[in-house]
């Protein structure tokens, strides 16, 4: 009874950020989308979209070579550079890149390899590791179905502050009657800035499991860490990423 209670107090205590960290270059939280920043292949580094434009700009102004805007490797001009690099990585134990790898392993169909790169990276430290073990486990890919397997690497992800874990957990607690286990975890993954929470915990709060008061300061608390992630630099980025993307419908 003891190891549960202290296994509850670690996984519902309020992560101090989200999983994705900070960029290195401007010390910003990155933003939840992924698609937001840019991993480089060369030294593992999530560099948020804003640096990175920022980067590039300035090499394109003062005609320099591109580099990595974190270690200043020069950015490979081929495919096969890039692999290069990215094995690099996973042959130094790189948790980053050999969870990356594992999602390339993934994406060719091979999910036994894909399950021993995930369990490597987790071992290593890495939260999405986890996260894409949870998978798996729940949708038998690469390993038998195993539902204690799934539920504990949702709870370290989640531990690890990885708001779609906790989301997901959430929904598991909601589905086993437990509205209490499952309100604490939409509230951790909303004040983390995860947004697919919030409609939830407005339900929630109709059907009056939540009180007003504690909706409202989980409101604050997610656009507090949403307007973390914002910056003139990145609000650029996403309005360069705009115009390419009109620029190219049009066509």
């Known amino acids: 009874k003891r190891a549960a209670e202290l296994r509850d107090e670690l996984l519902f205590k309020q992560p101090e950020s989200s999983h994705r960290g900070d960029c290195p270059i401007c010390c910003l939280p990155l933003p939840l989308d992924p698609k937001k920043s840019v991993m480089m292949t060369c ?12 980067d590039q700009i300035r090499e394109a102004e003062g005609k320099l070579s591109f580099k990595c805007p974190f270690c200043r490797k020069p950015v490979p001009d081929t495919d096969e550079g890039f692999d290069n690099q990215r094995m690099k990585r996973v042959e130094a134990n790189d948790p980053a890149a050999i969870r990356r790898e594992g999602r390339d392993q993934y994406n060719k169909g091979d999910y036994r390899s894909a399950v021993e790169m995930y369990t490597k990276a987790a071992e290593l430290g890495d939260i999405t590791g986890h996260h894409s073990l949870s998978c798996m486990y729940r949708n038998g890919l690469g390993v038998e179905k195993d539902r204690g397997k799934e539920i504990y690497h949702l ?5 690890g502050g990885h708001p779609n874990a906790r989301f997901n957990l959430g929904c598991e607690e909601e589905e086993s009657g437990n509205i209490e286990r499952a309100l604490k975890h939409l509230i951790i993954a909303a004040k983390e800035g995860h947004d697919g929470s919030i409609k939830p915990l407005m339900e929630c709060f109709k059907e009056g499991f939540v009180s007003k008061d ?12 949403v307007d973390a992630t ?5 609000e650029a980025a996403e309005e360069y990423r705009r115009k390419m993307k009109k620029k190219k419908s049009s066509k």
């Open 230 to 234: 914002k910056s003139p630099q990145r």
């Open 155 to 159: 709870e370290e992800a989640a531990i």
């Open 43 to 54: 030294c593992s580094k999530v560099i948020c979209d804003g640096c990175d434009y920022a």
């Open 214 to 225: 504690d909706l409202a300061a989980t409101l604050r608390a997610h656009q507090a860490a």
